[in-house]
């Protein structure tokens, strides 16, 4: 594997459902990022990790539970979601000081 | 006014021509620019960066910086259908850790 990729690449789920979305990236990197992508709109940002630690939260509802266990691997845990929440979830990684990012395929995420 | 501003297009240009794609922003402290290639149904895909003013030139791609009109642009000569894509450009900002990004503009590259 290189670059970064996320699994699983499509994703339905009804609103009661529990899931996550998973992230490895094999560049090496110590940040990583959860994004949103909604049809005509900016990329959101939702969440950075450095080094293993948040130290950016945009908000974001508490029904969307980040996870990043070492500096290779981020997850985003999923429950109770609402239809409004049907997008392209990307995540990216960087090296810390450098704001290049590097994107994955992205999850399209489906809620019912 | 929004942090950085594209124009949503669609651009629209034939084949071997130049395409020009234009991004202001609104944060006169900002460092670092940046354009990410989005091809339909795919994630964005690094293309250029540029950090001080002037012209930076990557093949076929010349991005522009001019920080006192907070200005940037990028120029894709030679254009072709395989360029038929949405564009980002990505600021930096300070005080933020990450990368702001503009809505993108929809370039298409006509045969």
């Known amino acids: 594997e290189t670059g970064v990729t996320q699994t699983p690449r499509h994703l339905v789920m009804g609103m009661t459902n529990k899931k996550s979305l998973k992230c490895e990236q094999h560049?090496?990197?110590?940040?990583m990022y959860w994004y949103k992508q909604s049809a005509k709109k900016p990329l959101e940002l939702m969440f950075v990790?450095?080094?293993?630690?948040?130290?950016e939260n945009n908000s974001v509802p508490s029904r969307f539970s980040p996870e990043c266990p070492n500096s290779s691997h981020l997850f985003l845990h999923l429950h109770t979601l609402q239809p409004e929440d049907s997008a392209l979830y990307l995540c990216?990684?960087?090296?810390?000081?450098?704001?290049?990012?590097?994107f994955g395929p992205g999850t399209r995420l489906t809620v019912t | 006014q929004k942090e950085v501003e594209q124009n949503s297009g669609p651009l629209s240009v034939p084949e071997g021509a130049i395409a020009s794609l234009n991004c202001t922003y609104s944060?006169?402290?900002?460092?670092?620019f940046f354009w990410y290639r989005q091809y339909s149904g795919k994630s964005p895909e690094l293309i250029m960066s540029?950090?001080?003013?002037g012209d930076k030139e990557d093949g076929r791609f010349t991005a522009q910086l001019n920080k006192a009109s907070q200005y940037v642009s990028l120029l894709i000569r030679d254009s072709q259908p395989s360029d038929s894509a949405t564009y980002l450009c990505?600021?930096?900002?300070?005080?933020?850790?990450?990368?702001?990004f503009g809505k993108g503009t929809m370039l298409l590259v006509s045969p």
């Open positions: 540029i950090y001080s003013n």
């Open positions: 990790y450095s080094l293993e630690e948040r130290v």
């Open positions: 560049l090496g990197h110590n940040a």
């Open positions: 990216a990684s960087s090296q810390l000081g450098n704001y290049e990012q590097y």
């Open positions: 990505a600021v930096t900002r300070p005080g933020y850790s990450t990368l702001t």
């Open positions: 944060d006169r402290g900002s460092q670092s």
